[in-house]
């Protein structure tokens, strides 16, 4: 019997998995995919604090596309007002790292492999059947029905809750995330940038030569956009952006997303725990989906690792884990959702609050610290 079944090998169960072995806790990965898409266009704005727990889990050496962030400059379109949040002030190499999706699932791959941990690909999860020691996973495989029992099981594939009925918040932003490739004439290569609009948030990433574009817009403009050839294309962007960072080139294609915020209420039910995007879908504007969901995966080993250590089984680090993950959740949805609702509209008086905000907070630099270190690091338990 495994001590943990995880569903889903995206980078959150992968880092689950290579977290608990990490732990001596032996752990099985369900994944319905036969393999990661070489051609998914995201990319992740990894913190500072997801490269300590890379390293942990000895994944970080196999990514060799991550490109720094030194420094983010933050600032809104027509309004004044800005700031720049710089690794200097914080006393650290870099605020985070840009990394492609599949280089990530990639790297976690093949510390997998090099770790011995087991994948079972092509695994279509049908029910989990929880008992009083153990919880029971089955799924189909090749036309086959199969099964396998360990004292807990973690989903993190973001897809259908397989658990009982758990009471979530829910709700359509009403937007889609705009990401392509683009060439920035005046944009520092090692730096990032958040320009706030009255239609949302435009985020460039740096990554080696060009930037990656997150370009958050109405749904009902998005296909329109979509349809731009790339010189029209390019004349939106630069009409929304506005000329702070010089001509904007569009390189490659552009593909969308819809944005929605799913919040669980209750992230344990019996020996089921829900982690990363199964726990909370969080609007990519701070870029804290991923790096909460990656603490939820190296605490929830921590957890169940001290539990086996002081002799207790999986169900008692599931209590623990929901302790200690709850701030952390709270803190980094709301404050996603905080900045959502409050940079995506033209409202006058909002938009002065916000010029006041961005001003105070670059003119204290105890106040920006303490936002990049929760930004970073996560709000402690």
Known sequence: MHDVAIIG???????????????????????????????????????????????RLGAWAHIAAAHPIRAVHVSQRGRFGHTALTAEELGVEALGYVVPYADLVQALRRRMLEAGVQTVSEARVVSIESQPSFVAVHYERCGAAHAVCAQVVAQADGG????????????????????????????????????????????????????ALIWTVPQAQAEGLL??????????????????????????????????????????????????????????????????????????????????????????????????????????????????RAFSNDDPLLAFGRSLGLFFLDTSGATKRFLMRRMI???PA
């Open 9 to 55: 090998g995206g980078p959150v169960g992968l880092s689950a998995a290579l977290a608990a072995n990490a732990h001596g806790l032996g752990a099985l990965v369900l994944e319905a995919r036969s393999e990661a898409r070489s051609d998914d266009p995201r990319v992740f704005a990894l913190s500072y604090g997801a490269r300590l727990i890379l390293e």
């Open 160 to 211: 259908a809750n397989l658990f009982a009925a758990t009471p979530s918040t829910e709700r359509d932003y009403g937007q889609c995330a705009l990401i392509a490739d683009v060439r920035c004439q005046r944009a520092a290569p090692d730096w990032a940038y958040e320009r706030f609009t009255g239609r949302g948030p435009i985020a460039l990433l740096p990554l080696n030569a060009r930037h």
């Open 227 to 340: 349809a731009l050839d790339a010189g029209a294309f390019e004349q939106e962007l630069m009409h929304a952006y506005g000329e702070r960072i010089g001509a904007i080139r569009l390189i490659g294609g552009r593909a969308s997303f819809n944005l929605v915020l799913r919040y669980a209420h209750r992230v344990t039910s019996d020996r089921h725990v829900l982690i990363g995007n199964a726990a909370q879908t969080l609007h990519p504007v701070a870029g804290q989906g991923f790096n909460i969901g990656l603490r939820d995966a190296f605490e929830l080993a921590q957890a169940l690792a001290e539990c086996s250590r002081q002799g207790q089984d999986g169900l008692a680090g599931l209590h623990r884990y929901r302790s200690s993950r709850r701030l952390d959740r709270v803190g980094g949805t709301l404050f996603t959702d905080f900045l959502v």
């Open 377 to 379: 690091f996560g709000n």
